[in-house]
């Protein structure tokens, strides 16, 4: 597509169950990217792909939180029995290979409402 | 470890005057690239300017620029006749593979 593409835009679950956030990038590009944004503050590094293996994932706070990504597109990021704490903002981002040099491309994000 | 820091979580600007955003940044690497991105209240992260470590000309993008002091690892962003549309979190980054690593944002108000 032209942009990356998240969804839902927004997301109220009840604490303890599971979520999934999708996540598709921009046609041909390689690298992908979930951070997290909790209220007014920074963006906080979760798990990046590379095709469809994932070199880092040294961000993911916890055995709770999962992500896949298949066919080298759309990746899915999961939190399993939610909680209060994972209330933020989730952005996806892409690049192409040689993306670093020009940045990454963002999605406008998943707002999580955990009540 | 690469770490981030922007200094000033607020900051206010009048309508066409200039502002100056800071960031510092540590980092053993040579090669790397930072950037600024500018998140208005819709949420996208937007790229306003980018930088490559080995380039020391500063860079420029129309109303935006940047003052690179890589001794010093300083990476701050000035931006000339600010406008109301400016208002938004601006967002200092670094990376040099991988992922990007971002500092905690700065709030930027422009007033009229």
């Known amino acids: 597509g032209a942009g990356v593409s998240q969804s839902p835009s927004n997301k109220v679950t009840e604490k303890g169950k599971d979520v999934e956030l999708r996540c598709d990038p921009i046609?041909?590009?390689?690298?992908l990217y979930w951070y997290r944004q909790s209220l007014g503050q920074g963006l906080e590094f979760l798990i990046y792909?590379?095709?469809?293996?994932?070199?880092?994932k040294s961000g993911l706070p916890s055995d709770r939180f999962s992500a896949e990504r298949t066919g080298g597109s759309v990746s899915t990021l999961t939190i399993q029995r939610t909680q209060q704490e994972d209330s933020a903002v989730y952005l996806c981002?892409?690049?192409?290979?040689?993306?670093?040099?020009?940045?990454?491309?963002f999605g406008s994000g998943t707002r999580l409402t955990v009540v | 470890a690469q770490t981030v820091t922007q200094s000033q979580p607020e900051m206010s600007v009048q309508e066409a005057e200039t502002v100056t955003l800071s960031c510092t940044y540590d980092t053993s690497e040579n090669n790397y690239y930072l950037f600024w991105y500018k998140q208005p209240p819709s949420r996208q992260m937007i790229l306003v300017i980018r930088q490559e470590a080995y380039k020391q000309q500063n860079a420029t993008e129309n109303r935006f620029s940047v003052n690179f002091q890589k001794a010093a690892k300083s990476f701050s962003l000035k931006i000339s006749d600010s406008q109301l549309g400016d208002t938004a979190m601006y967002f200092c980054?670094?990376?040099?593979?991988?992922?990007?690593?971002f500092g905690q944002g700065t709030t930027l108000q422009v007033k009229p």
């Open positions: 046609s041909g590009h390689t690298a």
């Open positions: 981002a892409s690049s192409s290979r040689t993306g670093l040099i020009y940045g990454y491309t």
């Open positions: 792909f590379q095709g469809n293996s994932a070199p880092d």
């Open positions: 980054a670094f990376g040099n593979t991988g992922k990007l690593i």
